[in-house]
């Protein structure tokens, strides 16, 4: 078992060299998911989900639709979308999804305020964002996070998906981390709300995160991080941001005698921060992984076990 662990830990080295001396270009990447190329960039978005920006959206098929060009991108998919029933749209901040035709949608741009809207219906018929806490219309779950429910219940229904969608959310949608020689995923239902009793009052809704390790022998190194974030006014354009995060395993790291590697809680932006950001852009900058470093990797491991067995004959 030993030289098992050693030869697999030799070939994912020597599959990262061969990977770095072939190709520079940093990607995301997903194992179950779409991916897109915007402005030059390569983001990943999970099946059945909204990219962070509202550009894309990705199909329970697997389809990836822009949100901005005519088709159901926008509507999600949905052929009877309806912003007057209530439906959920997926498009960028100040923008809505509007039919052009039958069964073609498209994001144009928002003419009216959300600010100004005094009521639930008016206020989603535009694509914006009712809190039902707060009496309040805003753009979109980018100006929120987690700590915007202020029950458990609320909570752990999470109605406007804050915790795959709201502030802090960016690295769900980046599928794959790379940390300390080890590849962790972030799988579609590792990123949710999670209650704290604990904590003070107006804390105890967090961001939870979940990462999971992807090759491994015996069992995976699992670990959570789970974040409070505060968010000031958002005053001429900007906000003011902080956030306290607090990890913890829950699966393997040597039965919890290894601690979790500092460089993975980087990566997984689970260390205190602070800042100032334009309302209703991304915090985290997501960081890439070479996916043909883990195309050489998983090809290099399926060799190894294909004569290992061999061998056996």
Not at 81 to 106: H, N, Q, T, V, Y
Not at 129 to 147: M, P, Q, R, Y
Request: overall charge negative.
């Amino acid at each position: 078992m030993r030289f098992e662990v050693v030869f697999l830990l030799g070939l994912f080295f020597i599959s990262s060299v061969i990977a770095g001396s072939f190709s520079s270009t940093v990607t995301e990447y997903t194992l179950k998911g779409c991916a897109f190329d915007f402005e030059g960039t390569d983001i990943s978005v999970s099946v059945g989900s909204c990219s962070a920006a509202g550009y894309f959206y990705c199909t329970d098929e697997l389809e990836g639709l822009s949100t901005t060009d005519e088709g159901l991108g926008c509507a999600r998919g949905n052929f009877d979308f309806d912003l007057e029933d209530g439906d959920r749209d997926c498009c960028p901040k100040g923008m809505k999804c509007s039919k052009i035709a039958e069964g073609k949608f498209k994001c144009i741009d928002r003419t009216d305020n959300c600010v100004t809207q005094n009521n639930k219906h008016d206020c989603e018929a535009i694509s914006c964002l009712w809190l039902n806490i707060t009496e309040k219309c805003v753009d979109s779950a980018s100006d929120l996070g987690c700590g915007y429910y202020n029950t458990q219940s609320a909570c752990e229904i999470d109605e406007w998906n804050l915790g795959s969608e709201g502030v802090g959310t960016e690295l769900c949608s980046a599928g794959t981390i790379e940390c300390a020689g080890l590849i962790f995923s972030i799988m579609d239902d590792g990123c949710s709300c999670k209650w704290n009793n604990m904590l003070p009052d107006g804390k105890k809704c967090l961001t939870n995160i979940v990462a999971t390790q992807k090759f491994f022998t015996d069992y995976p190194d699992v670990f959570e991080c789970s974040t409070v974030y505060d968010l000031g006014d958002c005053t001429d354009g900007t906000q003011n941001y902080s956030w306290i995060p607090n990890s913890s395993i829950i699966s393997g790291f040597g039965n919890g005698t290894i601690p979790i590697p500092e460089e993975c809680l980087m990566a997984l932006n689970c260390v205190n921060g602070s800042g100032t950001r334009n309302c209703g852009e991304p915090l985290i900058r997501v960081s890439g992984f070479s996916l043909f470093s883990l195309i050489v990797a998983v090809g290099l491991i399926g060799l190894f076990y294909f004569f290992k067995k061999s061998s056996k004959i």
